[in-house]
């Protein structure tokens, strides 16, 4: 049993250690290399855009930042006792959705380290000149008052409505629209694993906290 809760483990520390190494790399040469709204096509449909936000993933901003810190960590807390939970059960435990699991942790965590502390390791030049990372005079924010970058952008396809359709007609659509970073990334990959192919696995988890409930 040791063995097995150990071989999870060792998945669990995989995995985010892959994306938090990944996601901030990335995160970190797009800042010191790009200016903020900069933009390059690499394809047609695939841009490095970079840009950044207060708020959820893919860009949304829908409550205030110190509270969105807060509840990231507190998500992440959450998110971390329950895959300990999981990767003790040995070798009953279900690797699949255990690295499901991981993935959705690291990209919260990958998210709320930008929160947390690139305010503090930071500048915030004005374009087109680059961030500097542990600026002498200082970062742009404090504690919990960093932006989250996003670089990566997927404008597949777009087309102008008909003038005859109603509220619209004549507008631009886009998709896809929203622009979002690796960590981002790992959380919906590691949703939508969870939910076409690890149900049975999540529905057992939330029986079995009702009955101990």
Same mark, same amino acid.
């Given at each position: 049993?040791?063995?097995?809760?150990?071989?999870?483990?060792?998945?669990?520390?995989?995995?985010?250690?892959?994306?938090?190494?990944?996601?901030?790399?990335?995160?970190?040469?797009?800042?010191t290399?790009?200016?903020l709204?900069?933009?390059?096509?690499?394809?047609?449909?695939?841009?490095i855009?970079f840009?950044?936000?207060?708020?959820?993933?893919? =860009?949304?901003e829908?409550i205030?930042?110190?509270?969105?810190?807060?509840?990231?960590?507190a998500a992440?807390?959450?998110? =971390?006792?329950?895959?300990?939970?999981?990767?003790?059960? =040995?070798?009953?435990?279900?690797?699949?959705?255990?690295?499901?699991?991981?993935?959705?942790?690291?990209?919260?965590?990958?998210?709320?380290?930008?929160?947390m502390?690139?305010?503090?390791? #930071?500048?915030?030049?004005?374009?087109?000149?680059?961030?500097?990372?542990?600026?002498?005079w200082? =970062?742009?924010?404090?504690?919990?008052?960093?932006?989250?970058?996003?670089?990566?952008? #997927?404008?597949?396809?777009?087309?102008t409505?008909?003038?005859?359709?109603?509220?619209?007609?004549?507008?631009?659509?886009?998709?896809?629209r929203?622009?979002?970073?690796?960590?981002?990334?790992?959380i919906?990959?590691?949703?939508?694993?969870?939910?076409? #192919?690890?149900r049975?696995?999540?529905?057992?988890?939330?029986?079995?906290?009702?009955?101990?409930?």
């Amino acid at each position: 049993m040791e063995k097995e809760t150990a071989k999870n483990i060792r998945l669990c520390a995989i995995i985010i250690a892959c994306v938090l190494i990944i996601d901030q790399t990335v995160k970190i040469i797009v800042k010191t290399n790009m200016y903020l709204g900069q933009d390059i096509a690499i394809t047609p449909w695939f841009h490095i855009l970079f840009v950044e936000n207060n708020g959820m993933a893919f =860009g949304m901003e829908v409550i205030s930042k110190l509270f969105l810190s807060l509840f990231r960590i507190a998500a992440i807390i959450f998110i =971390g006792y329950y895959l300990y939970k999981l990767s003790k059960r =040995g070798i009953d435990a279900n690797r699949k959705y255990i690295a499901s699991v991981s993935l959705i942790f690291a990209g919260a965590l990958g998210n709320v380290i930008d929160c947390m502390f690139y305010g503090i390791v #930071f500048d915030d030049p004005f374009p087109p000149f680059t961030a500097t990372l542990f600026p002498e005079w200082g =970062g742009y924010a404090t504690f919990l008052h960093g932006r989250v970058v996003d670089m990566l952008y #997927f404008p597949l396809f777009s087309f102008t409505w008909p003038d005859w359709v109603p509220q619209i007609g004549g507008d631009e659509f886009l998709f896809f629209r929203p622009i979002f970073n690796i960590a981002d990334t790992a959380i919906t990959i590691g949703v939508l694993v969870i939910l076409l #192919f690890q149900r049975k696995s999540l529905s057992s988890d939330l029986k079995t906290t009702d009955d101990n409930a």
